[in-house]
């Protein structure tokens, strides 16, 4: 199983972009806790968004009110709908997802592969 997010792209300040991840190539019993992680030039990763299979949703300070996270469980996709986006959303993201392969397993920690999203003018 592989988590396979959309490209990013150059965005100024201001602006909008949404953001999908889905997981693909492999048996998928169920999706537990989802997330969008980033990582910035010289600073650690950190959490931005998560969402439970029943969607309930957390946010990081820095985007609550300007970013929102959602999924579709019948397509194992998730999303991240960003706008109003800063100078400092400018990082590389990456899609995190708890995977159940099979019934009667555990869950696995899977990471995209990151996608980088430039917020610049």
């Known amino acids: 199983v592989q988590l396979q997010a959309c490209r990013g792209r150059l965005v100024q300040p201001g602006g909008s972009l949404r953001l999908s991840c889905a997981a693909s190539?492999?048996?998928?019993?169920?999706?537990?806790?989802m997330a969008w992680y980033r990582q910035a030039p010289g600073t650690e990763r950190e959490l931005v968004a998560k969402?439970?299979?029943?969607?309930?949703?957390n946010y990081a300070d820095s985007v609550k009110g300007r970013f929102a996270i959602s999924r579709d469980n019948a397509k194992n996709v998730l999303y991240l709908q960003m706008s109003s986006l800063k100078l400092e959303d400018t990082a590389v993201y990456y899609c995190?997802?708890?995977?159940?392969?099979?019934w009667g397993q555990g869950t696995q920690v899977y990471w995209g592969q990151g996608t980088l999203v430039t917020v610049s003018s």
């Open positions: 995190h997802a708890e995977i159940q392969r099979y």
């Open positions: 969402i439970t299979r029943t969607s309930s949703t």
């Open positions: 190539g492999g048996s998928v019993f169920r999706i537990t806790d």
